[in-house]
């Protein structure tokens, strides 16, 4: 941790420090997601940096890789995030089975027990189509104004041409 204090700034040591894995161990599936959400954002800008530096060295030396000395500590970051990321990621995964297992567990035992996982009434679908219960609502956003006339005008399209004949 001594050689990361010289490349990164001190909200980005916390947000390694939140990858140990006495840590992670403490966080259930939604604050996983949430801490995976923010060091993959912080892999990404550090990463889109140091691409973006080197390029611009890539005139002068050739190509990426021999720029590389020169952007020692913007690369590091990047592979220290790349890390991190990779680390709650599995941790992830592992926390995600564990409870893909325990909600397969219980559907499997309320099924053995004869009670229903599904609603308990049926649904009606609440949205378009015709049948008891659906109305025909107009939207009043331009855009939704603009799909209804356009269904108006080709359904009058399609009924004058039958008309026609």
Do not use: C, W
């Not at 040591?13 to 923010?38: G, Q, S, T």
């Not at 990047?78 to 990321?85: G, H, K, M, R, S």
């Amino acid at each position: 941790m001594e050689t990361l204090t010289g490349i990164l700034k001190d909200t980005e040591l916390d947000l390694i420090r939140e990858v140990e894995n006495k840590r992670m161990d403490l966080l259930d599936e939604d604050e996983l997601l949430a801490l995976h959400k923010r060091v993959r954002r912080a892999r990404n800008k550090h990463t889109k940096n140091y691409r973006r530096r080197a390029a611009a060295g890539v005139a002068e030396e050739g190509s990426r890789g021999t720029s590389r000395p020169r952007h020692r500590k913007a690369a590091q970051r990047a592979e220290v995030f790349e890390e991190a990321l990779s680390r709650v990621s599995l941790r992830l995964a592992a926390v995600a089975q564990e409870a893909h297992e325990v909600l397969k567990t219980e559907r499997l035992e309320r099924a053995r027990a004869g009670k229903s996982s599904g609603p308990s009434t049926p649904r009606i679908p609440t949205t378009g189509g015709v049948g008891p219960g659906a109305s025909t609502t107009h939207k009043t956003s331009p855009g939704a104004q603009k799909v209804q006339a356009s269904s108006q005008a080709a359904n009058a399209q399609r009924q004058a041409k039958r008309d026609s004949k």
